[in-house]
Nanobody, 121 residues
Framework: QVQLVASGGGLVQAGGSLRLSCAAS????????MAWYRQAPGKQRELIAA???????NYADTVKGRFTISRDNAKNTVFLQMNSLKPEDTAVYYC???????????????WGQGTQVTVSS
């Protein structure tokens, strides 16, 4: 039973900062990649940041220079530091992971429950 639990969302004024966390728990053999997605009402879910097992990072153009994805391998946790927040960043943010539960299992994808981020003007 692998679970991804996201936390850290909330209400913040434009220009402020938030830090999201996502902890993977359960039987975990290896984590190949973790990422953050977001979805605003009436919009498609979009990839905003990703980090591979080797530490490579990628960002959507809309958040590049403002958001930073990082990880704590010992705790199987990924973070998203969000600075200079804008009202258009308002969305539900979802954690995503690609991992193996054991040596005998293939890679699978998992989703966190989502955490609401609201940025006021």
């Amino acid at each position: 039973q692998v679970q991804l639990v996201a936390s850290g969302g909330g209400l913040v004024q434009a220009g402020g900062s938030l830090r999201l966390s996502c902890a993977a728990s359960g039987s975990i053999f290896s984590i190949n990649a973790m990422a953050w997605y977001r979805q605003a009402p009436g919009k498609q879910r979009e990839l905003i940041a990703a980090i591979t097992s080797g530490g490579r990072t990628n960002y959507a153009d809309t958040v590049k220079g403002r958001f930073t994805i990082s990880r704590d391998n010992a705790k199987n946790t990924v973070f998203l530091q969000m600075n200079s927040l804008k009202p258009e960043d308002t969305a539900v943010y979802y954690c995503h992971g690609v991992l193996r539960g054991s040596y005998y299992q293939n890679e699978k994808t998992y989703w966190g429950q989502g955490t609401q981020v609201t940025v006021s003007s």
